[in-house]
Every structure is written in structure tokens, then in C-alpha cells.
């Protein structure tokens, strides 16, 4: 088994040299932080995630979480892990110093949380959702609320959840049945059965805060009579302490095909009618409130399809240097070499390795463009609005097909269990349904943030003159000519069917939708294509300035790669989308 090694280099370079870190510490808030200081915390950051994280990844996959009478038991070693995660100040570290946080921008977070995915997805959940549902208080709550749950919830002693779905209401909220009640002294009673609560139970924190969508009584039907509200496992007395257990139990944990360390609850609220919550914000406002939090965590699990590809790769890289097998084609000499020599071999592992390196840079940029956002850049919101689906979306539709491509290199013995090839795949194929599915972020993607944008198409056709910018400027470049050439087709297969996008909306919306998903896919492919011919062209100003570190070498042949690899499907996507909805509706309901 390989151990994790966080690629560090990579994240430097990522974050110095293309998110524009020293920008970001310079922005108002952020004056603690400094290039030295993140590196200092990239370093920390890879000890305990190679350290404490990685060694309890294979007992949370092949152990996982049980549950007996509602008591939920976490994985060997979670429990442990995540104490000393508190302790060291890991969960405190983006949020606001006024509640005990440390503060630190976005940029630098996406960086970390990388590590904790990669090294331990199952275990990187819990502190994952107690941040959205911080987010949510934060942004939403009552200064009482705020007061009284933000500081143990930074400090990471009491987790978080978001409980939305429900047995009959799983991506349409709109049929949402679980209730509310006021009781008169600012209380309410809930009740209802939710599903799929990530860590909903756990042995870890030691009070567990569950944001619950619910109805009041008098409440309008559909997605505006929907409420927020907070509901404790344990209540909280005056002075902090924890008070008597509320009316809520976790009814079981799903058996699932992957994340197995990650206990996921089946939450049922008010079974003895004394379940009790307190309202955040106003009464039906509670969807726009939950996007708060579901907006926070749909880029950090885009992540997730990063941290997951990051390490199916080195796993697979180890195997590949280990291996002896069959002759190397086209190697005359009798020497016995590894399988890395193979040309298909080098094909997988550089299809992987391309393609994490552009989903990185995608994720750590949108970043920046969230510390820019939070200090008022306008420009950085709508660029932030425009890419947080693509993020999400072509950021796990990769990591599933990445994991894949990685346990190829093992051959027969990946689909065995014991080599660990697996659970990278298992533990991915999550990641593209729960926090809205691929085709929820491609419907948001074509819908919301371009079709029905204040301006329609403005912030995708800015985006597409930033892109065409860069590409005109290495095309001067010889050694870059190629990869400028690539990305300059891919720009214009992107801007053809946002076009085509454009036009069609409003008369052929399920035309448009068809195609919604292959447009997710076109965009991700266009600007993580850019982002990667933007660090060549770093890249081959420090080989020309005599650099004699070989990571600009690597850069450029990875980003070389992805131009020749990757960019040429832009067109074929394209085409799917302006001539393929017809198809879709071809076959009639009675056939399938």
C-alpha cells in the first residue's frame, strides 16, 4: 500500500503563481496572513494528513461506522483523530476570529482541505458540514444563536449537519413534509423523518447542531413555505453547558457503496413530540438560507473529486514503479523493467495526473475569487456565481473517472479489495450525487447563471475574453504555440454553444437541458484548458529564465498534455449540444 504524500509543490505553485495568494493576504482582513505563513501551514498540514488521517482511511473503509440503538460507533481511530483535528485548531481555521477562528482566507482553506479529502474523505465529511452549517448561522442567525452555538462549533467540539431530504422529497425541496411548531416562548417543536444526514450521529463531538428544513402550519405551499430551523441533540443551558438530551434519535445508517467511515443517519425528529428547534432568520425563508450553507459545501465537495483523484493517482503511481510485468514495446534490451514503462501505462498515469492538476487549479482559483468576492469585487462574485457548478460538477464527473482510469494501472488485482484500488473508486462515486446532483449544477450552469443572468451571457462571454486573452498571448510563444492553438478551439466550442444557448432558451428549454450536462463538461474542460496553459506559459518564463527546478518541466508536459488529450473533446461536446436533443427525444416512452 502507498502512504499519501501531499503534493505540496504543486499547491504552492497553484496558489502563489495562479490564484494570486499574495493578493489575497493583501485584501482588507486578511493582514495576518503571508505567503510564509501558508506555507508553514502547508507543511503542518501534510504531517498530520499523512500522519493521523491517512493510517485510519483503510479501517473507516473496510470497519466503518455501526449503529445500535441509536448510538452511532465511528470507525477505529476516528474518534481519536478527530479530537487531536480540534486541538491542533484544523476546524477553527476559515472561520471568524469573533467566534475563536483563525480567519484565514478561502484560498489557503481549499488548499488544507485538499489534504484532508485526499488522505481521508470519509473522516474530511464531518468537519466539511459543521463549517456549511457555521456558514449558515453566521450569515442567518440571531445574535443569541450566533452567541451561543458558533464558538464550540468553531472550535470544532460540537459538529454540524444539513438535513434536507426526506423519503419523499430528495432534489425537489418543494415536497419537503417534515413540521414546525410554535410553542409560544420562541421555541418550536419539529418533527419529521430525514435521510441521508452525513455524520447526522457520531461519537466524535460531543453535541451535534442539525439545521432542519420544516414547515410551520400556516406556512404557503412549496419551496416558500419553507423554514430553517436549529435543533440541538443536546439543548444548551444559559451558561453553555449541555442540558437534557432532546426528542431526536438516528433510526439507523445507511449501508453504503462507499464512505463507509462516514456515517450517514436516517434522523427522526419529535418521535415523543418534544423535539425542540429554534427558528433561524425568518419564517418560509428557509431554502434561500440552506443555499448558504449547500453553496459552501457544493465547491469544497468539487474538492472532493480533486482530493480523491489526487490520491487513486499515487496509488497507482506506486504500483506502476513496483510492478515487473511483460515486455516494454519497442525496448530491444533484455533488461526486466516496470510496468511504468509501458506507453498505455504512461498514457493512464498521465491522463490522471493532467487532469487532477487542472481540477486543482479550477478549485484553488474559484477560491481566490471568494476572497475577492468577500471584499466587495464585484467582477470576482459573478465569476465565483458563474464557476461554483462547474466546480462541483466536472470536478466529481472527473474524480469518478479518474479513480477509474488510476485502478486500471493495477490490472486484475485493482478490482481486488486488498490492494485499496477500490475504495478510491467507491468512495468517488458519491461525490457527483449528494449536494445536487451533475445535472442539478448543469441546470443551475445554463439556467441561472447564463440564460437567466441579469445580462444573459455576460459573465460567461467576460470569462471567454479573459481566456481568449491569455491564448492570444502564448500563441507568440513557439514553445507554447500548440497548446495556445488547442485552447483558442476549445474557447470557440464553448462560445458556439453558449450562443446556441443563448437562443434556444426560451423557445426549446428541454432542448437545452438535454445538452445541460455536456455543457458543464465543454466548460469545465475550456477553463481548466486555460487555467493550464496559464501555468505553462509561468512555466516557460522560469525555463527561459535558467530555472534549474524540473517542476516547470513537469508543468509544461502535464499542461501539454491536457491541451492534446483534453481540449479536443470541447468540439465534440459541442456539437452533442446543438445537435443532440433531438436524439434524446427520439425513442418514444412506450419503447424504452
Known sequence: MSNYIAPIRDMQFVLNEVAGLADVCALPGNEECSVDLVESILDEASKFASGVLDPINRGGDTVGSSCKDGVVTTAPGFQEAYKLFCETGWNAMPFSPEFGGQGLPAVVTMAVNEMWKSSNMAFALCPMLTGGAIEAIAHHASDELKQKYLPKMVEGVWSGTMNLTEPNAGSDLAAISSKAKAVGDGTYLVSGTKIFITWGENDCAENIIHLVLARLPDAPAGLKGISLFLVPKFLVNEDGSLGKRNDLICSSIEHKLGIHGSPTAVMSYGDNDNCVGYLIGEENKGVGYMFTMMNHARVNVGLEGVGIA????????????????????????????????????????????????????????????????????????????????????????????????????????????????????????????????????????????????????????????????????????AQLAGIAANLKNGIAALSTAAEWILANYESAPQAVHAGSVPFLKLTGIVVGGWLMAKSAGIAAQHIAAGTTDDFYKAKLATANYFAAHQLPFAAAYAAEIIGGADSVFGLPENLF
Open 310 to 477: 489526487e490520491r487513486a493517482y499515487q496509488h497507482a503511481l506506486w504500483y506502476a514503479r513496483e510492478r515487473v510485468q511483460g515486455k516494454i514495446i519497442g525496448d530491444k534490451s533484455d533488461e526486466k523493467k516496470t510496468i511504468l514503462h509501458h506507453p498505455d501505462v504512461r498514457r493512464l498515469l498521465m491522463e490522471v495526473k493532467s487532469r487532477t492538476e487542472a481540477m486543482r487549479t479550477l478549485a484553488y482559483y474559484a477560491a481566490a475569487q471568494i476572497d475577492k468576492a468577500h471584499a466587495g469585487d464585484a467582477a470576482a462574485q459573478a465569476r465565483i456565481d458563474l464557476l461554483t457548478p462547474v466546480v462541483k460538477g466536472w470536478s466529481t464527473e472527473q474524480g469518478v473517472e479518474l479513480s477509474s482510469t488510476a485502478l486500471q494501472v493495477f490490472g486484475g488485482v485493482g478490482f481486488v479489495e486488498e490492494t485499496g484500488a477500490a475504495q478510491y473508486y467507491r468512495d468517488s462515486r458519491i461525490t457527483t450525487i449528494y449536494e445536487g446532483t451533475t445535472a442539478i449544477q448543469a441546470n443551475d450552469l445554463v439556467g441561472r447563471k447564463l440564460a437567466r443572468e441579469k445580462v444573459p451571457g455576460a459573465g460567461m462571454k467576460a470569462l471567454i475574453a479573459e481566456m481568449t486573452a491569455t491564448a492570444d498571448e502564448l500563441a507568440g510563444n
